[in-house]
């Protein structure tokens, strides 16, 4: 059995935070597939390991871990890999993490799920979310002007919790080349040795059946 196992999909974001830190850290992890889309986080077995019904879960050692920044922050501990310095490197770091999980994340992350995976999304509610996500990107790109790293000159949590949604840019439909520091930093990250697109690193694929007749189940979560 695999040191880590990671409860997740392919076409999850937040899923792909951990995921990617596990891969290019070379830790002895192993995914496990949740159906999201069949409906398990909804389940009563589910829900018994995560009251909140989200995924990424982290199990470690007799821990269980829910919500990808917490998962985050204590792989940073466990791995030896990805954290802070000192001090002032953590409270930049989380200050980058609490941006990413309150703006970045939240908006981009919301307006992929209604661009790709709803039938007839509200083109008022499509726009709306799609200018608060291009806000964001550019807070990140006018940051990243001068630097190679968010928080540090080291790729850290901060950088493998923001750049996630942004591997999705074909889903989102952004061209990275108007957003150059975003693109430049991004290109380093997939440059890493171990650097997966979440599609090949976690199970689930692409799935062509995400859109239907039927309209969308008001009860699944628009972030994942």
Same mark, same amino acid.
């Given at each position: 059995?695999?040191?880590?196992?990671?409860?997740?999909?392919?076409?999850?974001?937040?899923?792909?935070?951990?995921?990617?830190?596990?891969?290019?850290?070379?830790?002895?992890?192993? @995914?496990?597939?949740?159906? &999201?889309?069949? !409906?398990?986080? *909804?389940?009563?077995?589910? *829900?018994?390991?995560?009251?909140?019904?989200?995924? @990424? #879960?982290?199990? %470690?050692? !007799?821990?269980?871990? $829910?919500? $990808?920044?917490?998962?985050?922050? &204590?792989?940073?501990?466990?791995?030896? +890999?990805?954290?802070?310095?000192?001090?002032?490197?953590?409270?930049?770091?989380?200050?980058?993490?609490?941006?990413?999980?309150?703006?970045?994340?939240?908006?981009?992350?919301?307006?992929?799920?209604?661009?790709?995976?709803?039938?007839? /999304?509200?083109?008022?509610?499509?726009?709306?979310? +799609?200018?608060? /996500?291009?806000?964001?990107? !550019?807070?990140?790109?006018? %940051?990243?002007? !001068?630097?190679?790293?968010?928080?540090?000159?080291?790729?850290?949590?901060?950088?493998?919790? #923001?750049?996630?949604?942004?591997?999705?840019?074909?889903?989102?439909?952004?061209?990275?080349?108007?957003?150059? %520091?975003? +693109?430049?930093?991004?290109?380093?990250?997939?440059?890493? @040795?171990?650097?997966? %697109? @979440?599609? /090949?690193?976690?199970?689930?694929?692409?799935?062509?059946?995400?859109?239907?007749?039927?309209?969308?189940?008001? *009860?699944?979560?628009?972030?994942?």
């Amino acid at each position: 059995m695999a040191d880590y196992t990671l409860y997740c999909f392919a076409q999850s974001g937040n899923a792909y935070k951990p995921a990617l830190m596990l891969e290019l850290a070379a830790a002895d992890w192993s @995914p496990r597939f949740v159906d &999201y889309f069949g !409906g398990e986080t *909804r389940t009563p077995a589910y *829900r018994a390991i995560n009251v909140m019904g989200e995924v @990424p #879960l982290l199990q %470690h050692r !007799g821990e269980t871990l $829910s919500q $990808s920044g917490v998962i985050l922050d &204590y792989l940073a501990g466990t791995l030896g +890999r990805f954290g802070a310095k000192d001090d002032a490197e953590r409270r930049e770091i989380l200050r980058w993490l609490l941006f990413d999980n309150h703006k970045l994340t939240s908006y981009t992350a919301t307006y992929r799920f209604l661009r790709v995976f709803v039938n007839d /999304a509200n083109e008022a509610v499509l726009a709306e979310f +799609r200018n608060r /996500a291009e806000t964001a990107w !550019g807070i990140l790109n006018a %940051h990243l002007a !001068g630097r190679r790293y968010v928080a540090s000159d080291a790729l850290t949590v901060a950088d493998l919790s #923001l750049c996630v949604y942004l591997f999705f840019d074909d889903e989102i439909g952004v061209d990275l080349n108007d957003y150059p %520091h975003l +693109r430049d930093w991004l290109a380093r990250i997939r440059d890493e @040795p171990r650097w997966k %697109h @979440p599609y /090949a690193l976690m199970p689930g694929g692409v799935r062509d059946d995400f859109r239907s007749d039927a309209p969308p189940d008001p *009860r699944r979560e628009s972030r994942f």
